[in-house]
């Protein structure tokens, strides 16, 4: 493994004579003359459209807006699973679950998997995990990382125990306040040398209990029910109306409190940003840092009557996204091609200069960071595999371009989904139930049978449709 040789920080920070120490990058054009940081800033279960600057009626975010306003927005951002282990292992790998086998919340990390911390780490990268990891039961410090605190599964929001470094302890306090801390602090204390944090939220998954400082908040705010929990989901699989968990008027109140509470846990995610961007100012490395922000997968508050996540319509598989480095990033940029969580790892990978493995199926989105028109994917696979955890939930594989989304159910529902995302955003008219047939549904159906072929089949389950 290459360990560059150590230079004080003062030096790294001054920049001049530290690309020299670290002869193995091939330095990006537009970064400077020093490989780039990265911090990665990842929540659970957040909602594509739970931001100010994404237009969210009442929710307040002005670090997350800061970042879209002095980076990049991305307005088609999506995960090809949403469900929280398999999109975070695609985050790690740029691999797809069928690919990296993470395929539940309850499969381990594989130990092997070539992830970007690993192989920045190996290039000479200073690198700390700290957060959630959520992968099987996997608690202790994983490969890649020379710094760790994490917890198993889901953690808890208050007084939690962290495993750190592999000594376990409780820590008072509110948890997205201590993981933000611990990020502050490794970053301030780091040892020299370009650097990657991956910051792990466990905010804002259920059971949604925010700071108390954030409890009083958004409590006379008025929570209406999304348009599609009306959908009469005529012409849908079966499923759909055995999970259903909401409707609309007074059976809506008890989700409308749930609303309230996931955007209060939002309210300290904003705040961590906030903490973050600045310690990256104190420490003059802000300009040469990519700093990403993401969700692991998105979640229906009452869409079609859901809750949770799986489901293949938009609320679950859009994530919110942001970039910012002013080394390469036009400020307030819009990115309109459809980004993936599978990109990630590519994309920084890249940008340090360094080698992306063969088997990433992923894209580096740096030539959209840099403003560069180029051809890119006009559409995405989208699986999900039966769970033991979700019974009544079947097994997905679909297809979605800008336009069209086209949903098959393998092994169990003999029904496919077709929408028209430009006439009908809202998801509520099957083509291929209403008007079976058209030239549209041949296309996405060969779509999906080439984006499928030679990919294992999906795991599916007894759920019937
Ligand atoms: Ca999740």
Not at 31 to 36: F, I, K, L, N, S
Not at 100 to 107: C, K, L, S, Y
Not at 399 to 421: C, F, H, M, Q
Request: proline letters at 8%; aromatic letters at 10%.
């Amino acid at each position: 493994m290459h360990r560059p040789g150590r230079i004080s920080r003062r030096r790294f920070l001054q920049g001049a004579g530290a690309a020299a120490a670290f002869p193995l990058f091939s330095l990006p054009a537009g970064a400077g003359d020093r490989p780039p940081n990265f911090v990665f800033i990842l929540t659970d279960d957040q909602r594509y459209d739970t931001l100010s600057c994404a237009g969210h009626p009442f929710l307040h975010t002005p670090r997350l807006d800061r970042l879209a306003r002095d980076g990049a927005f991305f307005e088609n951002a999506f995960v090809t699973t949403a469900l929280c282990s398999p999109s975070r292992a695609s985050f790690l790998t740029g691999k797809y679950p069928h690919r990296h086998g993470v395929r539940d919340n309850n499969t381990p990390f594989p130990a092997e998997a070539r992830t970007f911390p690993r192989i920045l780490r190996e290039h000479g990268y200073r690198t700390a995990f700290i957060g959630k990891w959520h992968m099987g039961t996997q608690e202790d410090p994983q490969p890649g990382f020379d710094h760790w605190v994490s917890f198993p599964g889901q953690g808890v929001y208050r007084n939690p125990v962290l495993n750190i470094n592999g000594e376990t302890k409780r820590v008072p306090g509110y948890i997205t306040d201590i993981l933000t801390d611990l990020g502050v602090q490794w970053l301030r204390e780091r040892p020299a040398g370009p650097f990657c944090l991956y910051l792990s939220h466990k905010a804002v998954h259920s059971d949604f209990i925010p700071a108390h400082r954030h409890s009083g908040l958004f409590t006379d705010t008025i929570i209406e029910p999304p348009a599609s929990i009306h959908d009469t989901l005529e012409g849908k699989p079966e499923w759909l109306r055995q999970v259903k968990r909401a409707g609309p008027g007074a059976e809506y109140r008890e989700m409308a409190e749930l609303v309230r509470n996931y955007c209060r846990c939002l309210a300290a995610v904003d705040e961590s940003v906030g903490r973050v961007m600045r310690t990256l100012q104190d420490g003059g490395v802000l300009d040469n840092t990519l700093v990403v922000f993401a969700g692991d997968n998105g979640f229906f508050f009452g869409e079609h009557g859901l809750s949770d996540k799986r489901a293949m319509y938009e609320e679950a598989i859009r994530i919110p996204l942001l970039m910012h480095f002013p080394a390469l990033i036009r400020p307030g940029m819009r990115v309109r091609e459809m980004a993936l969580n599978i990109d990630l790892c590519p994309t920084l990978l890249d940008l340090a200069g360094l080698a992306i493995p063969g088997d990433v199926q992923g894209r580096s989105l740096r030539p959209l960071l840099a403003g560069r028109k180029i051809p890119w994917r006009d559409e995405f696979l989208y699986e999900y595999d039966w769970e033991p955890d979700a019974r009544r939930r079947p097994a997905i594989r679909g297809v979605r371009t800008e336009r069209w989304k086209y949903i098959e159910y393998p092994g169990s529902a003999n029904i496919s989904e077709l929408y028209d995302l430009r006439s009908d955003p809202l998801e509520l008219h099957n083509i291929a139930y209403f008007q079976p047939g058209t030239r549209i549904e041949a296309e996405m159906k060969e779509r999906l049978g080439r984006l499928t072929q030679g990919i294992p089949a999906p795991r599916s389950g007894p759920a019937g449709a």
